[in-house]
């Protein structure tokens, strides 16, 4: 398993377009969410892929640590983040040294990309540092506006089906806010806040034909409104003890 999700990352990787159009407007503005709950001194970033959100996390005062599964990006990350430490590992693999907590651990699109969600917010619910230490966690949202309007004009079986970007990106699963719910429950972590942002009409394509960077900021926030049917759902979770 460990050598075809190595390879599984690495095609991934090569062609990745989580830095593209729309999407790095998402990925910044998922930052701006995760920033509100920042806390103490350092952080891991879990699968930074191509350092969109590494490049504002850069710019608070935590001490970082990237763990990402890609060579490919993991030799970019370490030239453009020289004061970051670098792991190259899948999640299922990783240790921290013996005793190490992370008062903050960012899980920015990931948990629709691994085959058992459950078990790695288990593992970063170890972690995590007990009480005080904040877990972020934001996903696609199988409820938004688009995939519903996909159903609708037949584009899509269901709103949990994968569309030919959730291909590309490597998704296996959508989440909805009650599946992203209950695989934190599952893990034992206590959730403080679930929330959305980016209300998302339509698809990313016809967004970036048309739209204007106004327009999107708009949307991006507009979502936070309305979350059960925004484009993105998070959490902000914790291990209390």
Not at 29 to 57: K, V, W
Request: proline residues 4%; hydrophobic residues 40%.
């Amino acid at each position: 398993m460990t050598l075809n999700e190595k390879n599984h990352l690495e095609n991934i990787a090569q062609n990745s377009l989580y830095g593209a159009g729309a999407n790095e407007k998402t990925v910044k503005y998922s930052f701006n969410i995760a920033q509100r709950y920042l806390t103490g001194t350092t952080l891991l970033e879990m699968g930074p892929a191509e350092g969109i959100m590494t490049e504002l996390l850069a710019k608070t005062d935590k001490k970082l640590t990237l763990l990402e599964g890609s060579a490919h990006f993991c030799k970019d990350l370490k030239s453009r983040f020289p004061n970051a430490e670098v792991v190259h590992a899948l999640f299922e693999e990783f240790l921290p040294a013996d005793g190490i907590t992370y008062d903050n651990i960012i899980l920015g699109h990931v948990l629709e990309h691994v085959e058992d969600p459950v078990s790695i917010l288990r593992n970063t619910k170890d972690w995590l540092t007990p009480n005080t230490g904040m877990l972020f966690a934001a996903v696609p949202n199988a409820r938004s506006l688009h995939r519903q309007a996909a159903v609708l004009m037949g584009l899509l079986g269901s709103e949990h089906e994968l569309n030919e970007m959730d291909h590309h990106h490597g998704h296996r699963r959508v989440f909805d806010p009650e599946s992203f719910r209950k695989a934190f429950n599952d893990a034992g972590m206590t959730i403080d806040i679930f929330g959305g942002y980016w209300m998302k009409p339509v698809s990313n394509k016809q967004i970036e034909t048309t739209w204007t960077d106004e327009m999107l900021q708009a949307f991006m926030a507009l979502g936070e409104r309305y979350p059960d049917i925004s484009g993105e759902i998070y959490i902000v979770a914790r291990n209390k003890q």
